[in-house]
């Protein structure tokens, strides 16, 4: 018999891989979270498939446990059970990681599931709202603006605050307010040998810029405090669709830029993306504007003037205004109230490209990604879509904050793109022509700027396939996170294919 310090699972070792097993027993290992209280599943039990069914089903991913603590305490108690096991320890919000990082993105690691953490207070006298990482965004709107309060976040209401908040957060809000990690005045994170700190301005700063941006490499986080917003006393929901062939879709991508470039055009208050998706006919594509209005309900007319004088009419238009929490859900995916539906799923590849505001696109770099999409995307059999998310123009708060202030290390890009292609069904397997079909949009739009163009990628659109992912999700915020990495999680315990390495 193979004695158990080598390996935890008779069957799946052979003698070549003995000597990379880790020293785990599964079944012991839930034995000793059962002793604190602590449920767990484990490999056999029923539930665990289910429990780790990533949001990408491109993944097939298998902890050795997936563990429900309800406290920061019962965090820490597995935090320190991990590491006498020389586990991977994640956490687990949402579980919406485009890789699976959620489930630690490799096999074997011990998830620390936080769907029981989901308390939300709203401080009436400061406005600062509590939230634990266990809150998916749609349920967070829907409790702050029970109190008359608002966060900026992304639309996808399955989402946890947890991932978002840990990466960044945009959504329609986020000009005026932010992303949502801009929002964070204080959190609570169990470190890697067990103890539960604060992290601020004043309590361990330097943790608290790198949760900012890249908190899942530090700690688990285990409850956010936020400064939140009052709702705007009115909010517009619009959406707008056209059918364009390549040279108008290319004049009204042109368009759009001038137009966010424009510095009296676009107020902070506007929130918005333009969309491409596949066209009805071969050298078409269906363009698409959406997104929510935050000013006055008179103003949006003008405010869209400038920016639809170059369009031709919309085939569909759809303009909506009521308040702040109407407009969430006009253009929401998924119901706010998470608990009516469970949550749904994908089988897809996606990147993300962030273009800076300093150096505009070229006609030619937006005329080659829409001839790709009308061209190369009608022929594809993927469900696909590109997004191109408005973060830049006239005074988007995003840009105002400090470069060092957070590990966010985006604070000048006027658009981010969202290449996404899911397979044809949205089910495995995915086809391998998919990756080389996502890479193409970005190589199209890369392929008409200047050599040294300096694009950045979004860590929220995690990349696995990103080759110089340490420069393009953190610059040279790189360096500064690996000497938090050595000195909080000297033995690399919070660990995933994209955590900052030592
Ligand atoms: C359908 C869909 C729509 C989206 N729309 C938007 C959008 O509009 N705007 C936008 O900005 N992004 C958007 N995203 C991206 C989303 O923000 C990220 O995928 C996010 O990281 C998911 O967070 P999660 O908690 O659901 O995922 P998880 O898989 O649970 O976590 C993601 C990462 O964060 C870590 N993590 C989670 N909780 C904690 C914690 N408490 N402490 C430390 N680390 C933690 C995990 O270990 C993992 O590495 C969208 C994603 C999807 C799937
Ligand atoms: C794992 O631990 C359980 C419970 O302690 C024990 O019954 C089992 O034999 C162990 N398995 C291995 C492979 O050591
Ligand atoms: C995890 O293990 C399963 C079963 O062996 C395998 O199919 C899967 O590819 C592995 N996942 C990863 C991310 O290596
Ligand atoms: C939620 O927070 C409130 C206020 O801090 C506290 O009284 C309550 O006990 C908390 N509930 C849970 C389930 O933690
Ligand atoms: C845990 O690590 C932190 C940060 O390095 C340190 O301040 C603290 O003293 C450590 N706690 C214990 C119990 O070792
Ligand atoms: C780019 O295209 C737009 C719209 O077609 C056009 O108005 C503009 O003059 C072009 N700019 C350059 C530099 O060619
Ligand atoms: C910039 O926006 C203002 C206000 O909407 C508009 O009057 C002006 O014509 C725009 N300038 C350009 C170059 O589009
Ligand atoms: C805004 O424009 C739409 C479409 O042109 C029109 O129906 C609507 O009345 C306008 N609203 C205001 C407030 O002018
Ligand atoms: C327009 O948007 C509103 C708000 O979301 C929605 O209720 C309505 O069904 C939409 N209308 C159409 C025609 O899509
Ligand atoms: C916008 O309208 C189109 C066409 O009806 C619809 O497919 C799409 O889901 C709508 N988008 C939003 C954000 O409401
Ligand atoms: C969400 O829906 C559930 C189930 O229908 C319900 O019990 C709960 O009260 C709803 N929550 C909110 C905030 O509306
Ligand atoms: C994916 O979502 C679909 C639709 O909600 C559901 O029927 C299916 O069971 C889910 N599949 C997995 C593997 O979670
Ligand atoms: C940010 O920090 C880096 C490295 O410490 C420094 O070189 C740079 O000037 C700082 N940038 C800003 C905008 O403060």
Redesign the pocket.
Known sequence: MLPKTLCFLTLACTIVSITICSAQNASELKGQLALQGIPALIQGDSGYTAASQPYNLRYTVEPIAIAYPTTSEQISTVVIVGASQKLNVVARSGGHSYIANGLGGTNGSLVVDLSQMKNITVNPVTGHAMIEPGNRLGDVALALNDAGRGLPHGRCTYVGIGGHSGFGGWGFASRMWGMTLDNIISATVVLSNGSIVTASEGSNPELYWAIRGSSASFGIVSSLEFRTHPVPSSATAYNFTWQMDIPTASAAFSAFQSWALNGSSVPPEFGGEIKFLKGQAYGQVELSFFGNYFGPDAKFNETIAPFFERLPTPDFANVTQGTWIEALAAIAVGNLNTSTHLDSNDTFYAKSLMAPEDVPLTNESMTTLVTYLAEVGFNSSDFWHVEVELYGGSRSVINQV???NTAFAHRNALFTFQPYASSPNLLPPYPKNGFSFVDGMVESLISGMPNDWQWSAYPNYVDDRLPDWRRRYYG?HYD?LRVLKAELDPTDMFRFPTSIEE
């Open positions: 400090g470069l060092n040279a500064r």
